[in-house]
Structure formats: C-alpha cells, structure tokens
C-alpha cells in the first residue's frame, strides 16, 4: 500500500477496458426510438396548450400563496403525533419486515438451501416485491380498518419482499470456508447456518434493514393520504381546504423528519458497515464494504 | 517457556480464542431498540388478534371470484394503464434529460463553482426528501387533476433520484482525463463533455433504466390522488368495495410490472 502502487493502480470502475463506442447509425436509432416513445407519450396524456401555458403561472401562484408557512395552526391540529406516527409506523413495519424475511432469506439462497426450496421462495419474493405498498395498504385498509395499523401490515409485508430479496443476494456472495468446517467437524446443517454464516452476513443485514427503514419512512408519510395513518392526512385534508400555509408547514415538517431519520440511519448504517476498529481485520472491512457498496445504488 | 505447556495442549498451534464478554452496551441498545419497537406498535396500534381477524375478515370474499368481464374490458383496465405508461414515459424523458446536465453541476469533479454545486446539491437534497405521492398531491391541486399533474410529479421525481444516482457515478469516475483536458486549455464545459461524459456515460443510461422502472411503479399508483391512470380506476372502484375487480387489476398490473422489469433489467446488464 504504498503510494506509488496508489498512483499507478486502476481507480475502481476502470479497470477493464471500456468497450468500443457504438456505431452511429444504432446511436441515431436509439434516439429515434426514445423520441417517438416519448411523443407518444405526450400525446395520450391530453395535455392541452393551455395548461402547459398555465402550469408555472399556477405552481407560482401556490408557492406565493403558501408562504409564510403557518407552523401554529398546523401544531394545534397535532401534527407534531402524526409526524412521530409516520415514523412508529414506518419502525413497526420494519421490524415485521425483518422478522419474516431473515427466515426466508436463508431459505431463499442458493449456498443454503437445495434448489426445490429456493425457488419458490424467490417467486414469493417477487409476486410481493411487484406491489407498491400503496396499493397493499389499500387491500390492508379493508381488512384491519382504517389507521395506523392497516399502514403498518402493509409495510411489512411490502418491505418483507425487498429485504428477503436483498438479504438472500448478501448471503449468496459469503464465503463458504467456515461452512465446510462446521460440516468437517460434524456440525448440522443448522449449526452452520447460524455459526459459519450468520456472523458473516448479519451486519450487512441488519444494513439492509436500516436502509429500507429510511425508504418506509418515506412510504408512511404518504399513507394518510388514503387513511392508513401517520402525517400524510394532514397534507391531504389541508390541500382540500386549499390552506397553502399550512400545506408548506407540514410539508416542511416531513422533509425534516425525512432529512433527520436519513442522517441517523446512514450514521449507523456506515458504523455498522465500517465493523468497530478494535475487532474487525481489515479484509473483513473491505468485504463488507464491497457488499455495502450495492447498497447506495439502490437508493432512490 | 512457561508457554511450551500449553502449546502443547493445542496441538494446531491456534490459541482458541476467547469468547467476547457481554458488554453493558450491547445490553442497553438491545433493550432500547425492544422498547421503541413496543412504544411504536402500541402507537400504531398493534394488536395480536388482527394477526388471526385478518385471516377470518368475512371481506376475503369480496375479493373472489374476480369480475374478468370488467378487467378484460379494454376501457377500464387497459386504456388507464397505458396512460399510466405514457406518464411514466414522459416523466422519465423529461425527468433523465433535465439531470444530465444537474448531475455534472452537482458532483463535486465536474461543478463549474462552488456555490453552484452548494445551491444545486441543497436543493436536490431537499426535494428528495419530499414523498413522491406527498409532491403529487399537492401539484395536482396546483395544475389540474389527472394525467398533467401526475406526469409533473414523477418528472421532479425522476429528476431527483437521477441526479442522485448520476452525481454519485462522476464523483468516482477517472479525474486523469479532465485535468488532461483542462491542461490543453480547453473550456469547462468542454472539457467536462470530452473527459468525464464518455467515461460516465453508460452508468447515465443504466440508471436512466432503473429511473423508469422506478416511474412505471410510482404511476399506478399516483391516480389514488387524482393523478390519472390505473390508480384512479383502483381509487374509484376501492370506494364501492368492488375487491373483486381491484384483485383482477393487480393480476394484470402485476403480469405487466414483472415484464417491464425484466426487459429493464435486461438493458441494465447489456449497457453496464
């Protein structure tokens, strides 16, 4: 690691030769293709000249409209308990989330599992995954009635899908070294579950769990808006009354709680990536954080 | 050689080692994140008999057998859907094109200056934050209700979440190409098109993919706030309890979501 070796290396991303550019003609095809798509688009939306020509005008209008925002009003109506609902939401969801899909991680992955179990499981994964959490908390709005706790199941099981996809792939890239000794020393297949792969993969886990807290939390503050608790009801019952101040407060008050549970969990996201200095080698680190660098991919 | 005993006894060489004592730490986290997690299901109203009531809800029935007469009748299922993609189609074009040039100003190789990099990155931090749904809402009822309002909302989301994504990838890329172009006097703006895009621009298109795989979701379901397309055909029959038809719906939607993903996903792994 000396800087010499730093300065000749590759920096990541480039090693590899980049493939040659493509041809012309498949470039102009390519943008041939995205423009049609897109007049085709525009045209079925039946956007008339005269609400494009409105649209900034309008926007202005209601930003102009909503300022000052009007914190007083929208406190006396309780907004602060909604906000921290969204969040006792978006936290119980998880935490359901993580309870069923540990399990079903597990069984989901391909150096755990024989083939006959993983498949199915994966296809569950993907039937839940292929539905947004709205729409799973209007379903569970039917069941359990209107509140918080129709928002919650649904989270749930919406996030059981993405955090067992993204559970199983961690758990399909760890080394199997540990595994085969537990198997050597006549450890049971779940001995080697919980004891060779296990310590390996649940900080990258519990990772996965704190990143999908951050998007729930952003998935709850939207559930109100069809009556599954938490501070989206506020917003929509203010826009109705058309009391822009209070929209923008309220409005603010969500960015805040977005921008603040976000800085937390990603402080402890990164420290438990990052593994304590005293006990993790640093190759230990580095594989963690390769697995973690998919991580900020996914985030939206 | 007070050693050599013990040596001895392991006759791999390898001291086993200790096992790590329970910290007062680790104890009190556990116990915290148990009680917050007891605090927010109480709050959100956590009951142990819906687990079993949510099973033996005479509403299940609703749900079949499913009403195939509407959900196959192309006015109601298949005309909104399409809808429902030229919102998406729109919003991502609009949304893709705006970051480009967002994305250069936002990364911290490629900003022309400093306060323009503190501006933009503030500001696309901040609209970031905002729910999707919670900025559909709310400009619906600023421009009109249906498909315009709808496509507004996912274009400034769009735009967010690439810029993101895309500042993120010219942060890392290869800084050696624009200083060299720098070095032979060329301008910013040239000089930022001749040494960075070429380098960043496949990871453009990749994400661009996943933007609107993104946007195909998020427009079903922008109509349950009066953004147009399927969502509103969901919203409305929601409204007369018909679970029969929404359940018809979700199939179809659910059959077309998977495709769109797979093809996405398809051009993620050709272009990446």
Redesign the interface.
């Known amino acids: 690691m000396t800087s010499v070796l730093d300065e000749t290396a590759a920096p990541p991303g480039t090693a590899e030769r980049p493939p040659p550019p493509s041809s012309r003609w498949w470039r102009i095809a390519v943008a041939v293709a995205i423009a049609v798509a897109f007049a085709w688009g525009y045209s079925g939306l039946g956007i008339t000249v005269d609400q494009l020509r409105r649209a900034p005008g309008n926007i202005w209008t209601i930003m102009r409209l909503s300022w000052p925002p009007d914190f007083g009003t929208v406190i006396e109506r309780g907004a602060i308990g909604k906000v921290f609902e969204s969040v006792y939401i978006a936290w119980t969801g998880t935490v359901i989330a993580a309870v069923l899909s540990l399990p079903l991680a597990f069984l989901a992955s391909n150096n755990v599992v024989p083939r006959w179990v993983r498949i199915p499981i994966r296809q569950l994964f993907i039937v839940v995954r292929a539905f947004p959490e709205l729409i799973l908390a209007t379903i569970f709005l039917a069941v359990v009635g209107l509140g918080p706790w129709a928002g919650a199941l649904a989270l749930g099981i919406a996030s059981a899908g993405t955090l067992g996809k993204w559970s199983s792939e961690s758990i399909e890239e760890v080394p199997l070294g540990p595994v085969e000794a537990i198997d050597a020393s006549g450890g049971r297949w779940l001995s080697g579950v919980r004891w060779g792969i296990l310590p390996q993969v649940f900080p990258v886990i519990v990772a996965h769990w704190l990143f999908r807290f951050e998007i729930n939390v952003r998935a709850s503050a939207i559930f109100g808006l069809i009556g599954a608790g938490g501070i989206g009801g506020e917003i929509s019952s203010q826009v109705q009354f058309r009391n822009w101040e209070n929209v923008l407060a309220v409005l603010l008050m969500v960015i805040v709680m977005v921008l603040t549970i976000d800085g937390i969990s990603g402080a402890v996201r990164r420290r438990i990536l990052a593994g304590s200095t005293r006990s993790s080698s640093d190759a230990n680190r580095e594989l963690l954080g390769n697995l973690g660098g998919f991580l900020t991919r996914r985030r939206s | 050689m007070a050693d050599a005993p013990s040596d001895a006894a392991e006759p791999s060489g390898a001291v086993r080692p200790r096992k ?1 004592p329970l910290q007062l730490r680790t104890i009190l986290i556990a116990a915290g994140l148990a009680a ?2 007891v ?3 109480r ?5 142990w008999g ?1 687990f079993v ?2 099973w033996s ?1 005479p ?2 029935e ?1 749900f079949w057998p499913i009403d195939w007469d509407f959900v196959l009748d192309r006015r109601n299922v298949l005309d909104p859907l ?2 429902t ?6 919003a991502t ?1 609009i949304g893709c094109a705006l970051a480009l040039p967002v994305s250069f100003m936002m990364s911290q190789l490629t900003t022309p200056n400093r306060p323009t990099y503190i501006v933009v990155r503030s500001v696309m ?2 609209i970031r ?6 900025l559909a ?3 619906v ?4 209700i ?3 309002g709808g ?2 909302a996912l274009t400034v989301f769009s735009l967010a ?1 690439l810029v ?2 895309f500042s ?1 990838t010219i942060d ?3 800084p050696r190409p624009l200083e060299a172009a720098l070095a032979t006097g060329g301008r910013h703006s040239a000089a930022v098109r001749a040494g960075v895009f ?2 960043v621009f496949p990871a453009y298109v990749a994400h661009s993919a996943y933007v609107f795989e ?1 946007n195909v ?2 427009s ?2 922008i109509g ?2 009066g953004g ?1 397309g399927i969502g509103r055909v ?1 919203e409305a029959q ?1 409204q007369f ?1 018909r ?1 029969d038809r ?1 359940l018809g719906i ?1 199939i179809v ?2 059959v077309i ?2 495709v769109i ?1 797979q093809i996405s996903d398809y051009i993620r792994r050709r272009v990446l």
Not at chain 2, 43 to 47: A, K, R
């Open positions: 790590p917050a997690t605090h927010a299901a709050q959100s109203g956590w009951e819906s009531s949510v809800n509403l299940w609703r399409v809808e993609f030229q919102i998406a189609i729109v074009v931090n901040v934050a905002i729910p999707d749904l919670l809402v709310i400009l009822a600023a421009v009109s249906g498909a315009f496509a507004i979440v993101k994504l993120e890392s890329a290869d070429p380098e993104l979701r998020a079903v379901v349950l706030v147009g969901i929601r309890f679970y929404i979700l939607i659910f979501v998977a993903e």
